[in-house]
Each structure stands twice: as structure tokens, then as C-alpha cells.
């Protein structure tokens, strides 16, 4: 790992084993929380289908992502779509593309520091805890790139570990009877439930903010295959435990039911849950906030984006007041998926396509 400066600022050179981390951890949060719970509502024991189905093509958006940005290897997020869709366009969507990421760091501290609350700080106004988390945050995008990856790479082994101990104690509570039929239409709408099961891939687009920093850039795919293997796994494998232990008619009335399959795997629950919640959270939590600070540092041509991370810390802390609950949460995700949906799912095709028609394509530096 290096640095070399561009414009003012440290942009250090990675490798392609922390990019797939960086990845993974921009991604795995609040999703974990409900997505069986949508899962079930949608196709009730085989729900899980689904949230494989989507996940397949959420690593086909990102393969897509990984090769229009190979023909642009020098250009990040905002300035790749400057490239591509024009000055005006391209300025427009790394405009909403900030504030997209703006509110998907909102989701995540509220969803995180929702489920904190509820468990093990009842007594402690939210805000407080929401404040903390995003001040870690803050702090750790304000020293670079850097450290986050080395940070990541620490927090993807714990993480790994505790998930690990919680899939494998889960075991002997399974019925392998609750996965039958293998398919059975829940209640939920498809639109809804694909908005829902979007929210929970949320970040990869990270991807296109990493790119310019990657050593060797001449072969991202294995990595990006390699983590949304991942987090793929991670999705299915609670989706399909959670409904096994629990049965499909329960989950579609859980509100979190990851955190009961953890109570029911392990006692007491409170020290792994808040472990992987936590952990997940400020790394979500980190990667959007690196991710708005980037884009807002293209949009408006800044040498750095240091001095406008405090202005999006308290912007994220003052936003996430606003759901009042989990409910008020899980629909507040729902409604910032719709953006999810063209950013994340829609947008590296389009991108692709029209660079490929227009020829569009830079030498790399």
C-alpha cells in the first residue's frame, strides 16, 4: 500500500484484497436485520431464493460497474459519469449520488443504534449513540483511505468469527421441515419487497470510488466475485436459518429476526449481537460518508474533502432523528431504495452501454 497525491490530497494505492473488504463492509448492516423477515413476506420458505436471485444481480451490476470504469481507469465516481453522460449530467448524478449516500449512512445509524436501544441501552437517548457512532466514523474517513481498509480488514475478521459462532450454534435448533414448500407467494408486493432486499445490497457502488486507487487494475473481477460471494452467503445463510429455526408464518411477523435467531442460538445474546451490529454499522456507516465527502469533493472541484466531513457528520446525526422508530426506519429505507434502484442497478449498464456506443474511453495513467 501507498500514497501518491492528486490534487492536494493523499490517495493512497490499495490492493485488491482490501478493495474486496471495503466492499463487504460498505454493504453488510441493517440488511442482516429484516431481510428474512421480507424474504418470507415474499416468497414465504423459499424466500431465500430471492434474496439470491437479487444478489446474482447485484455481482452483475458490479461486473458491469468494474468495466466501464476499466475504460475510464483514472476517473472516479462523478467524474466517470462527467465522462461519459457530459459535464451537466454527469455533475447532476454525482449530486444525487452524494446525497444518496448521505442517506444510507441515515439508515444505517438509525437501524444500528434502533437495535442498541432495544437490546442493551434502553436508558440512553438515541441521539447520543447515534452521535458517537458517526463521530468514530467521521474520524476514521478524516485520516484517509488508508485506514480504513487496515481498519476493515480487522473488523471483517471479528465480524466473520462472531457470524461464524452464531451460524454454527444455530444448528441444533434447526427443522428442516419449515423449508418446505419451496415456494409459496408471501403477502408482499413485489415491488416493495425487491425495494426492500435492494436497500439490504446497498454501497457496493463503492466499487467506482476505489477503482482509481487499485494497484492492479487490470483485473478487478476475481475480487468483486469474491465479495459479493460474501455477502451473498451471509444474506442466504441467516435468511434460510432464521426460517428453519423459526418457521416462515413467525418470521413474516418478526420485526428482527436475526437478532432472535441469535438469542435463540446463544445466551446471553447481547454481547454478539451488539459486536457484529456495531461493527457492521461503522463500517457501513464509514464507507458512505467516504463515499458522500467524494463525491460532494468532485461536484464542487474541492483539493480535499476533509474540511466538509464534520458539515455531513452533523447533517447525518440531525437526519437520523427523523424515523422515530423501526418501522419509520425500515420505510424510510424503502423510499431512499428507489434511488438505490437507478444508481446501483440501472446506472453501470446504462454507463456501459452509452461509452461503448460513444467510444468513449481513457488511456490509463
Same mark, same amino acid.
Given at each position: 500500500m501507498g500514497n501518491d497525491i492528486a490534487g492536494g490530497v493523499a490517495l493512497t494505492v490499495i490492493s485488491n484484497f482490501q478493495m474486496m473488504v471495503l466492499i463487504i463492509s460498505s454493504v453488510i448492516a441493517n440488511g442482516i436485520l429484516f431481510l428474512p423477515q421480507v424474504a418470507v413476506n415474499i416468497g414465504g420458505p423459499g424466500g431465500w431464493i430471492v434474496v439470491l436471485v437479487l444478489g446474482l444481480y447485484s455481482l452483475i451490476q458490479i461486473m458491469l460497474l468494474a468495466a466501464v470504469s476499466r475504460r475510464f481507469p483514472n476517473s472516479s465516481f462523478v467524474s466517470l459519469n462527467r465522462n461519459i453522460m457530459g459535464n451537466f449530467i454527469g /455533475? &447532476?448524478?454525482?449530486? #444525487?449520488? =452524494? @446525497?444518496y449516500f448521505i442517506m444510507l449512512a441515515v439508515i444505517v445509524a438509525r437501524g444500528v443504534i434502533n437495535a442498541a436501544v432495544t437490546i442493551v441501552y434502553p436508558n440512553t437517548p438515541p441521539v447520543v449513540l447515534i452521535g458517537l457512532l458517526v463521530?468514530? =466514523? &467521521?474520524? =476514521?474517513?478524516f485520516h484517509g483511505l488508508e485506514v480504513l481498509a487496515r481498519v476493515n480488514v480487522i473488523l471483517l475478521v471479528l465480524k466473520t468469527v462472531t457470524l461464524l459462532g452464531i451460524f454454527i450454534s444455530a444448528i441444533p435448533h434447526l427443522d428442516v421441515g419449515n423449508l418446505q414448500p419451496l415456494w409459496e407467494r408471501g403477502d408482499l408486493g413485489w415491488s416493495e419487497g425487491i425495494l426492500s432486499i435492494q436497500s439490504a445490497y446497498g454501497g457496493l457502488i463503492i466499487f467506482a470510488f476505489l477503482f482509481p486507487h487499485l494497484q492492479n487494475k487490470n483485473n478487478p473481477y476475481l475480487p468483486l466475485i469474491y465479495a459479493l460471494s460474501y455477502i451473498i452467503t451471509i444474506y442466504v445463510v441467516a435468511t434460510v436459518l432464521a426460517i428453519a429455526i423459526f418457521g416462515s408464518t413467525e418470521v413474516a411477523r418478526m420485526v428482527w429476526p436475526f437478532i432472535l435467531l441469535i438469542q435463540k442460538a446463544l445466551v446471553p445474546a447481547d454481547a454478539p449481537a451488539m459486536a457484529v451490529w456495531l461493527t457492521n454499522g461503522f463500517s457501513v456507516l464509514a464507507a458512505n460518508i467516504f463515499m458522500a465527502a467524494s463525491a460532494f469533493k468532485e461536484v464542487f472541484h474541492l483539493k480535499g474533502y476533509n474540511y466538509i466531513l464534520l458539515p455531513i457528520g452533523i447533517i447525518v446525526v440531525a437526519l437520523a432523528e427523523l424515523p422515530r422508530n423501526t418501522a419509520e426506519t425500515i420505510l @424510510?429505507?424503502?423510499? &431512499?431504495? &428507489? @434511488?438505490? #434502484? =437507478?444508481?446501483?442497478? #440501472? +446506472?453501470?449498464?446504462? +454507463? +456501459?452501454? /452509452?461509452? @461503448? +456506443?460513444l467510444g468513449k474511453k481513457e488511456k490509463l495513467s
Open positions: /455533475t &447532476v448524478i454525482g449530486l #444525487v449520488a =452524494a @446525497f463521530a468514530l =466514523a &467521521v474520524y =476514521a474517513v @424510510f429505507s424503502k423510499q &431512499v431504495a &428507489v @434511488f438505490g #434502484v =437507478a444508481i446501483e442497478w #440501472v +446506472l453501470p449498464g446504462l +454507463l +456501459l452501454m /452509452t461509452a @461503448f +456506443l
